[in-house]
């Protein structure tokens, strides 16, 4: 399914600026409108899925003749100058089975007792790679 919702654009020193006011303010950028559009699609489509994911509920969108874009550009002390409102779509589904649900295949080596017991208490080995992984990656320095 697809979801839009209206998107302000800001270019400042060569760079576009993209703002979501419907979704608290999410915002991105690009050096191309070409890029910032891309990675608006792409910030959408990451925020939306991580709100169905943590099971938020999931904001309506304004029409985009509603967005007041003097209003945001005075909200996040912006100029309008060459400044636009432009609609982002993305199919969260299809977008989340490409880039954020694909897996890789990995082969690896356990003891063979740890994998006996670990077998017997019926431990899913992948959700615990997974689990472990992201523990230490969350311990290690930016």
């Not at 050096?31 to 489509?45: H, K, P, R």
């Not at 912006?78 to 969260?92: E, G, P, R």
Request: some cysteine; charged content about 25%; proline content about 4%.
């Amino acid at each position: 399914m697809l979801t839009t919702y209206p998107a302000c654009f800001f270019k400042e020193d060569n760079v576009y600026s993209v703002v979501f006011p419907d979704l608290d303010w999410l915002a991105t950028s690009g050096e191309t409108e070409g890029d910032a559009m891309n990675n608006a699609v792409d910030c959408l489509a990451g925020y939306l899925y991580m709100l169905k994911i943590e099971g938020d509920s999931i904001p309506s969108a304004s029409a985009m003749k509603d967005i007041n874009l003097k209003k945001v550009a005075k909200e996040l002390d912006t100029d309008i100058k060459d400044a636009f409102v432009n609609l982002v779509s993305v199919d969260v589904d299809m977008y989340a089975q490409v880039f954020f649900e694909k897996s890789d295949r990995k082969t690896l080596t356990i003891p063979h007792w740890l994998n006996v017991i670990a077998t017997q208490k019926n431990i899913n080995f992948s959700q615990t790679l997974q689990e472990a992984l992201l523990q230490k990656i969350k311990q290690l320095p930016n």
